[in-house]
């Protein structure tokens, strides 16, 4: 309260998180107008607690809605950069040195998800050695292992040049926007990026945090499909990725769901209620 009354703001945004939830509640009770933005598919606690007194309630996906008891909920999206939804599938494919075959991007976040990397391995090799798709895939930092997994299990990485195995992946918007295919988490900023570029997708939520709800949000509007960790093997991964390619024209259809789902204009739409408020 001392905070906000030396700083005498004009308004108070939290995104979520228990860090922002005294915050904005003392910003509540001292009168200051106040804005949530809910990022996720299913809210998180602090959010649902504010809800009630915000002045506005920003949803990044229209699935949150009816968890908040209040009327000022405002659908705006999820800010994206701007290098993600500009970048070019065919100048993206030439820079990264692509052919036309598909490609597929997989990631499981800058720290690596090891039964990721695990479920992955197989689908590698079997690129490697069959040459059927193009293959991105980042490791992470704790996946360090991997290269050595895969070299065991005959993927000879320096030879197979459809094969991109690396630790980071920190030319992303390339890499998502050459893709015809994305393995990966199921993370709300995540999965406003897939619906910007309009990407097939293949999730696999962390156990650990509320992303079934994100990946079901695209998964019941056919924009996705989903694994689950407990079920992910190398085999279904692999079965899966098959499946879709089989199928003439599934992972394009796949690829428009997931654009119909994308808000490119997030920024503008949160700036404007901003300055509505403020006056």
Same mark, same amino acid.
């Given at each position: 309260?001392?905070?906000?009354?030396?700083?005498?703001?004009?308004?108070?945004? %939290?995104?979520?998180?228990?860090?922002? %939830?005294?915050?904005?509640?003392?910003?509540?009770?001292?009168?200051?107008?106040?804005?949530? *933005?809910?990022?996720?598919? =299913?809210?998180? /606690?602090?959010? &649902? /607690?504010? +809800?009630?007194?915000?002045?506005?309630?920003?949803?990044?996906?229209?699935?949150?809605?009816?968890?908040?008891?209040?009327?000022?909920?405002?659908?705006? !999206?999820?800010?994206?950069?701007?290098?993600?939804?500009?970048?070019?599938?065919?100048?993206?494919?030439?820079?990264?040195?692509?052919?036309?075959?598909?490609?597929?991007?997989? #990631?499981?976040?800058?720290?690596?998800?090891?039964?990721?990397?695990?479920?992955?391995?197989?689908?590698?090799?079997?690129?490697?050695?069959?040459?059927? #798709?193009? *293959?991105?895939?980042?490791?992470?930092?704790? %996946?360090?292992?991997?290269? $050595?997994?895969?070299?065991?299990?005959?993927?000879?990485? @320096?030879?197979? &040049?459809?094969? $991109?195995?690396?630790?980071?992946?920190? $030319?992303?918007?390339?890499?998502?926007?050459?893709?015809?295919?994305?393995?990966?988490?199921?993370?709300?900023?995540?999965?406003?990026?897939?619906?910007?570029? !309009?990407?097939?997708?293949?999730?696999?939520?962390?156990?650990?945090?509320?992303?079934?709800?994100?990946?079901? +949000?695209?998964?019941?509007?056919?924009?996705?499909?989903?694994?689950?960790?407990?079920?992910?093997?190398?085999?279904?991964?692999?079965?899966?990725?098959?499946?879709? =390619?089989?199928?003439?024209?599934?992972?394009?259809?796949?690829?428009?769901?997931?654009?119909? /789902?994308?808000?490119?204009?997030?920024?503008?739409?949160?700036? @404007?209620?901003? &300055?509505?408020?403020?006056?």
């Amino acid at each position: 309260k001392r905070l906000i009354q030396e700083f005498k703001p004009d308004i108070c945004i %939290g995104t979520g998180g228990y860090v922002s %939830g005294p915050v904005i509640r003392a910003a509540i009770k001292l009168g200051v107008p106040s804005v949530i *933005h809910e990022q996720n598919a =299913f809210p998180g /606690m602090t959010n &649902k /607690m504010l +809800a009630k007194q915000a002045t506005k309630v920003l949803l990044a996906v229209e699935d949150a809605r009816q968890y908040f008891e209040t009327d000022q909920c405002v659908l705006t !999206g999820n800010p994206v950069r701007q290098e993600i939804i500009r970048a070019d599938k065919r100048v993206s494919r030439a820079k990264l040195g692509l052919d036309s075959r598909p490609v597929i991007l997989s #990631f499981g976040g800058s720290l690596g998800a090891r039964n990721m990397n695990e479920g992955m391995a197989d689908l590698l090799v079997q690129s490697g050695k069959t040459g059927q #798709f193009q *293959h991105i895939h980042g490791y992470g930092q704790y %996946g360090k292992w991997l290269p $050595d997994l895969l070299g065991k299990k005959g993927l000879n990485l @320096k030879l197979a &040049k459809n094969i $991109d195995v690396r630790e980071y992946i920190n $030319d992303m918007p390339d890499c998502l926007a050459a893709a015809d295919l994305v393995i990966c988490r199921a993370g709300a900023i995540t999965l406003s990026e897939l619906q910007a570029q !309009g990407k097939a997708s293949i999730l696999i939520p962390s156990p650990n945090v509320a992303e079934n709800h994100n990946a079901m +949000a695209m998964v019941n509007r056919d924009a996705a499909m989903i694994i689950e960790e407990k079920d992910l093997t190398s085999q279904l991964l692999c079965k899966t990725v098959e499946d879709l =390619f089989a199928k003439t024209g599934r992972v394009e259809e796949m690829a428009a769901n997931a654009k119909k /789902m994308a808000i490119v204009d997030a920024n503008e739409r949160i700036y @404007k209620i901003i &300055k509505d408020i403020v006056g």
